[in-house]
């Protein structure tokens, strides 16, 4: 079964951290890459970070440079990303996804077919 369940989601202050963390079933987890998105209100989603599962290949937006890192954990079927230094302008709903690769952008959500429920990211000034 298809699946990916976010957590890790919450409300921070500026400059603070947080970590999200995306579990994905075994099929899913087969999959090429393995991406964050996010959306906040009356914006469309973004590419945040990406990983390919195979060789590790990693892939941010010029915005979290820096400051998010994506993980994995094969074991646990689970990618992380680690959210440093937290701005107001993070707020958003973060979302996990699965999908096929190498072709195409690592950071676009239509090379993406599994999607996760999202979770709540709010950061405070």
């Known amino acids: 079964q298809v699946q990916l369940v976010e957590s890790g989601g919450g409300s921070v202050q500026a400059g603070g951290s947080l970590r999200l963390s995306c579990a994905a079933s075994?099929?899913?987890?087969?999959?090429?890459?393995l991406g964050w998105f996010r959306q906040a209100p009356g914006k469309e989603r973004e590419g945040v970070a990406a990983?390919?599962?195979?060789?590790?290949?990693?892939y941010y937006a010029d915005s979290v440079k820096g400051r998010f890192t994506i993980s994995q954990d094969y074991a646990k079927n689970t990618v992380y990303l680690q959210m440093n230094s937290l701005k107001p302008e993070d707020t958003a709903v973060y979302y996990c996804?699965?999908?096929?690769?190498?072709?195409?952008?690592?950071?676009?959500?239509?090379?993406?077919?599994?999607w996760g429920q999202g979770t709540q990211v709010t950061v405070s000034s």
């Open positions: 996804a699965a999908g096929p690769g190498p072709s195409g952008s690592a950071l676009w959500s239509g090379n993406y077919g599994y």
């Open positions: 075994r099929y899913t987890y087969n999959s090429d890459r």
């Open positions: 990983i390919y599962t195979v060789g590790c290949n990693t």
